[in-house]
């Protein structure tokens, strides 16, 4: 039989467990860390679906490793860059050809020994699949543009005739 003295206690301890409970707990600190970043700059619209065509080629001129087309320029334009963003980055994406890793390769052609070489329109640097380039956004149009060129290259010296065709894809992060 319950009395009014152990209800009393009963009530007692239900009330005062949860303070030993809190008695006991011990603090804890959470670092939560990011990064800050440039806002986008907007992506012209010449640039986002962009094809860069190549004159016919003859199998037969391409009978020496390192045969190449003639170089065909191409530029990624940008604009509406934000103030705060100086620079951008741009990550090269695509298949890189079997024989020569620097290439890129001829993905969704049925042409076999050519392969894809970008550069920068004044030749010097070469662009390779998960490559990067980094250009300056000029402050007064707050526009960035990469200025490049591409051409067929045989990297086997075996060329058969075919479609040539592959993707590029590039991905734009902001300083």
Known sequence: ???????????????????????????ADIN????????????????????VSFEQARAVNYD??????EWQNFSLNLSSCPASTS?????????????D????????GDATGMALQIMTDDHITEISPNGKMTVNVDQAS????FPL??????????VTAGEFHTVVQFTFTYQ
């Open 149 to 158: 060129a591409a051409r067929m290259y045989t990297p086997t010296g075996t």
């Open 64 to 69: 020496t490793v390192g045969h190449t087309s």
């Open 87 to 99: 620079s951008v980055t741009a990550l090269f994406t695509g298949e890189s050809d079997l024989v």
């Open 101 to 108: 890793q620097t290439k890129f390769a001829n993905t969704l």
């Open 1 to 27: 039989m319950i009395t009014q003295r152990s209800a009393t206690i009963f009530t007692l301890l239900v009330t005062l467990w949860p303070l030993c409970a809190f008695h006991s707990a011990q603090a």
């Open 32 to 51: 939560i860390n990011g990064t800050v970043v440039a806002s986008a700059c907007v992506i012209d619209t010449q640039t986002k679906a962009q094809t």
């Open 142 to 145: 707050r526009k960035a543009t």
